[in-house]
Nanobody, 124 residues
């Protein structure tokens, strides 16, 4: 069973930074799409950032471009999200996801495995 597990969430003041980590455990998973999504209360889940593992290409949601950075470790088993210049509107539950497909990694339906989420709260 493949299971992403997030860590690193917390509370921070506006303008601050946080780093989220996600370890994908389990056998049989060969990375293709890996991504971060978020969902705020009363809103739909949205893409934060996606990583095409084979090429290293990345894709970001419009609201986080130039503030967040997605990356992975050399083994490809840990995914990171570096978040800077955080805003109150970044407050949400952040989910790590992994998918077996290797295209359109910016689309939620491409992901097969989801973590439980880690809460990020940004105060003004």
């Amino acid at each position: 069973q493949v299971q992403p597990v997030e860590s690193g969430g917390g509370s921070v003041q506006a303008g601050g930074s946080l780093r989220l980590s996600c370890v994908v455990s389990g056998t049989g998973y060969r990375g293709s799409c890996m991504g971060w999504f978020r969902q705020a209360p009363g809103k739909e889940r949205e893409l934060v950032a996606a990583l095409y593992q084979r090429s290293g290409a990345t894709s970001y949601g419009d609201s986080v471009k130039d503030r967040f950075t997605i990356s992975q470790d050399s083994a490809g088993s840990t995914l990171y999200l570096e978040m800077s210049s955080l805003r109150p509107e970044d407050t949400a539950m952040y989910y790590c996801a992994a998918g077996r497909m290797s295209t359109y990694c910016n689309r939620e339906e491409r992901y097969d495995y989801w973590g439980q989420g880690t809460q990020v709260t940004v105060s003004s």
